[in-house]
């Protein structure tokens, strides 16, 4: 009999194929989050759920079906799966490390010349035909990633990518990270002071509780006046009515891919903002790096399906309970 996997998000078609050849699949293909009443519902007496951001998978869902094998995201961060409750119901949970990493840090580094360069608020600038008259000296003026000191928060695979990438451009590098780490031509410093003495600070840790808002409102205070804040992370490390303040204020620019709450209201003050640039979410969005995260998220649902470790586990200290 095949397995029951419950799919949470719309996928390829040729990704569906591949699936319904190996499982019984119940597949949520609206826009829209399945609502967790309904995933509850459907997680009942299955043996998998895969699943990606944007749907959280609770404590209550984990607890749905006493069959519930293993659980696949397709992503590398977690955020939305409650890993204590699956460790604790010895479940498995897959994540697709590795093979967003240059994605993650080439949107960083647009972020940062979108900003920095003032790209987005002079591309409508051409457009709106509000460019009467020609060059001049003072006209649309940024600010150079060679002359900056970039300060990245989280020195992983991600952070050290755009280290690597800035320090070509001929930016100076500090970072910090929990445990310290040792990278080639960056200088760790205290967080504090990292904050103060950056001109870019670029954000690459994973959101746990230790990481919640470790952008607070006092550490955005001690950004130098214009300096650029980047989250290609997760919105929950900054807290954003702070720095919705700050920017608000004229003291820092952004360049965000991520919020405390996606998608993005409408309301949001962000949206008034020239001095912040705003994409959705599009840090591994690009078609081989989706495709490769598709593939590990289908190698770590086969095996946990099949009783075998997963290749890519979030939650490694699940084995450990033996
Ligand atoms: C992830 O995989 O966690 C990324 O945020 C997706 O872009």
Same mark, same amino acid.
């Given at each position: 009999?095949?397995?029951?996997?419950?799919?949470?998000?719309?996928?390829?078609?040729?990704?569906?194929?591949?699936?319904?050849?190996?499982?019984?699949?119940?597949?949520?293909?609206?826009?829209?989050?399945?609502?967790?009443?309904?995933?509850?519902a459907?997680?009942?007496g299955a043996?998998?759920?895969?699943?990606?951001?944007?749907?959280?998978?609770?404590?209550?869902?984990?607890?749905?079906?006493?069959?519930?094998?293993?659980?696949?995201?397709?992503?590398?961060?977690?955020?939305?799966?409650?890993?204590?409750?699956?460790?604790?119901?010895?479940?498995?949970?897959?994540?697709?490390?590795?093979?967003?990493?240059?994605?993650?840090a080439?949107?960083?580094?647009?972020?940062?010349?979108?900003?920095?360069?003032?790209?987005?608020?002079?591309?409508?600038?051409v457009?709106?035909?509000?460019?009467?008259?020609?060059?001049?000296?003072?006209?649309? =003026?940024? #600010?150079?990633?060679?002359?900056? $000191?970039?300060?990245i !928060?989280?020195?992983?695979? *991600? %952070? /050290?990518?755009?280290a690597?990438?800035?320090?070509?451009?001929?930016?100076?590098?500090?970072?910090?990270?929990?445990t310290?780490?040792?990278?080639?031509?960056?200088?760790?410093?205290?967080?504090?002071?990292?904050?103060?003495?950056?001109?870019?600070?670029? =954000?690459? #840790?994973?959101?746990?509780?230790? $990481?919640?808002q470790? !952008?607070?409102a006092?550490? *955005? %205070? /001690?950004?130098?006046?214009?300096?650029?804040?980047?989250?290609t992370?997760?919105?929950?490390?900054?807290?954003?009515?702070?720095?919705?303040?700050?920017?608000?204020?004229?003291?820092?620019?952004?360049?965000?891919?991520?919020?405390?709450?996606?998608?993005?209201?409408?309301?949001?003050?962000?949206?008034?903002?020239d001095?912040? !640039?705003?994409?959705?979410?599009? %840090?591994?969005?690009?078609?081989?790096?989706r495709?490769?995260?598709?593939?590990?998220?289908?190698?770590?649902?086969?095996?946990?399906?099949?009783?075998?470790?997963?290749?890519?586990?979030?939650?490694?200290?699940?084995?450990?309970?033996?």
């Amino acid at each position: 009999m095949k397995s029951h996997v419950v799919v949470t998000l719309p996928l390829p078609s040729a990704v569906l194929d591949r699936l319904n050849r190996s499982f019984d699949i119940r597949l949520w293909s609206e826009s829209e989050p399945i609502p967790e009443a309904t995933l509850r519902a459907w997680v009942t007496g299955a043996d998998a759920i895969l699943c990606s951001l944007g749907t959280p998978v609770t404590a209550g869902v984990i607890a749905s079906s006493a069959q519930l094998q293993t659980i696949s995201s397709i992503s590398v961060g977690v955020d939305h799966i409650d890993l204590a409750a699956a460790t604790a119901s010895g479940l498995p949970v897959g994540h697709t490390p590795d093979v967003l990493v240059d994605s993650t840090a080439d949107m960083a580094l647009a972020l940062m010349l979108a900003v920095m360069r003032r790209i987005v608020e002079a591309d409508q600038f051409v457009r709106r035909g509000e460019w009467g008259s020609g060059w001049s000296t003072d006209f649309f =003026l940024g #600010t150079d990633l060679s002359r900056a $000191t970039v300060g990245i !928060v989280g020195l992983g695979p *991600i %952070g /050290r990518a755009v280290a690597s990438r800035v320090q070509s451009f001929g930016a100076e590098v500090i970072g910090w990270n929990r445990t310290t780490r040792q990278v080639a031509g960056v200088r760790n410093v205290a967080l504090d002071d990292l904050f103060e003495a950056a001109d870019v600070v670029s =954000l690459h #840790t994973a959101a746990t509780a230790e $990481t919640h808002q470790l !952008v607070s409102a006092d550490r *955005i %205070g /001690r950004m130098k006046p214009g300096a650029v804040l980047i989250n290609t992370a997760r919105g929950a490390i900054i807290d954003e009515p702070a720095m919705v303040r700050a920017l608000q204020a004229g003291k820092i620019r952004a360049g965000l891919d991520v919020y405390d709450s996606e998608p993005l209201s409408p309301n949001s003050p962000l949206l008034g903002l020239d001095n912040v !640039v705003l994409v959705p979410h599009l %840090g591994s969005a690009t078609r081989a790096t989706r495709a490769a995260m598709i593939e590990r998220a289908l190698d770590n649902l086969a095996s946990g399906l099949r009783g075998e470790l997963l290749p890519w586990c979030a939650n490694p200290d699940v084995y450990a309970k033996g």
